[in-house]
């Protein structure tokens, strides 16, 4: 499966994180991919002139045909999502890991080369931990949140807004598409309030308010916005908002068909301690019943309740995905075994 996704990267150039040479030597289709194997035509010489004989089972497979059969059976899934909007959280070990942070790039490329509409919300936990630790500033965590007064906060916003966001912008730009940074300051995109823990947690808030008039014509355009979790309230004062429920706000106000998270697991898992009980699909009414069954539990319960709000106010449906798969993204869109769990209304 990886490997299809890998070549699907190669279709649209400039790719700088990918290895042609990989690519090329590449003769054989791997087992386990959904696709049929494409045969080659073989030319056998006799002492006059060459013998064109039909293609047999046993034929090797060149690079080139390998390709054009993976673009062949990727068409009905382009077909379905071309001109649609889809919403990636980007995130945890994918973010950690240049490897993977370079499958994603390519990935979100590759889906707008071939008429997708991405739009990218990231956080930055482990980013913003590194700087905090240089200036001796302690990172405190209540309940898994962080707790953020005002010398964190503005440690926050520089780490997201100033790095990490532009840093995304630029592999992006370099890697053939054109993206825009913005935090939920910028457009007035997103006016955030206190979350009712503010009392213990400081500047965490939530949002309030999604306007998406200055992402509209980006999207139109074939920008790629690429969105931080920054947002002030209507006193101007900023608040560090959880990335999930950004790009859940987000993808259910400009109409998007998808919501995907990247994450550090498999997904929805039918037994908690058993990592092959993944769940492909189920609908809100399916993974309501999980949560009160208490087999959701943990981090996941706010990405579920993202995804599960998403879909109430419009989304088609969002996918809960593994980030430490190479190219999830592609093998989420552009295949029906998918990445992980994928949620419906």
């Known amino acids: 499966m990886v490997n299809v996704a890998k070549s699907l990267t190669n279709l649209c150039s400039p790719f700088p994180f990918l290895s042609k040479s990989e690519s090329k030597t590449q003769t054989s289709t791997p087992s386990n991919l959904p696709f049929r194997s494409p045969r080659s ?117 520089m780490v ?43 500047f965490v808030g939530e949002v309030a308010r999604v306007d998406p008039t200055v992402l509209r014509p980006l999207i139109e355009s074939n920008h790629i916005p690429v969105v931080t979790s920054v947002a002030a309230d209507e006193f101007g004062q900023p608040y560090n908002i959880n990335a999930d429920t950004v790009a859940g706000e987000l993808a259910a106000a400009v109409g998007a068909e998808k919501l995907i998270l990247l994450t550090d697991v498999a997904g929805i898992l039918e037994d908690k301690n058993d990592p092959n009980s993944l769940v492909k699909k189920i609908d809100i009414k399916g993974v309501k019943r999980m949560m009160d069954d208490g087999k959701v539990g943990g981090g996941m319960i706010p990405k579920v309740n993202c995804c599960v709000r998403s879909l109430a106010q419009g989304v088609t449906t969002a996918s809960i995905i593994d980030g430490r798969v190479p190219h999830s993204l592609l093998l989420e869109i552009l295949t029906d075994e998918g990445a992980g769990t994928m949620i419906t209304g």
């Not at 080139?64 to 059969?69: A, F, K, L, S, T």
């Not at 630029?170 to 300051?185: Q, Y």
Request: proline fraction near 8%; hydrophobic fraction near 40%.
């Open 41 to 157: 035509r073989t030319t056998i010489s006799a002492v006059a002139s060459p013998v064109h004989l039909p293609p047999t089972a046993t034929d090797p497979i060149t690079p080139g045909q390998y390709r054009v059969d993976v673009l062949s059976e990727s068409l009905p899934f382009i077909q379905k999502f071309r001109g649609k909007t889809i919403v990636v959280k980007y995130g945890g070990a994918a973010m950690k890991s240049p490897e993977l942070q370079a499958s994603v790039i390519n990935d979100l490329v590759l889906l707008s080369c071939v008429g997708l509409r991405p739009v990218m919300v990231h956080g930055g936990g482990p980013e913003i931990n590194n700087w905090l630790r240089r200036l001796n500033i302690p990172a405190v965590f209540r309940d898994g949140l962080r707790v953020t007064d005002a010398d964190t906060m503005e440690i926050v916003s």
């Open 160 to 202: 997201l807004v100033g790095k990490v966001n532009k840093t995304l912008v630029s592999l992006i730009n370099k890697a053939g598409a054109t993206a825009v940074g913005l935090s939920g300051m910028d457009g007035r995109l997103l006016t955030a309030r206190p979350s009712p823990k503010a009392a213990d947690l400081g």
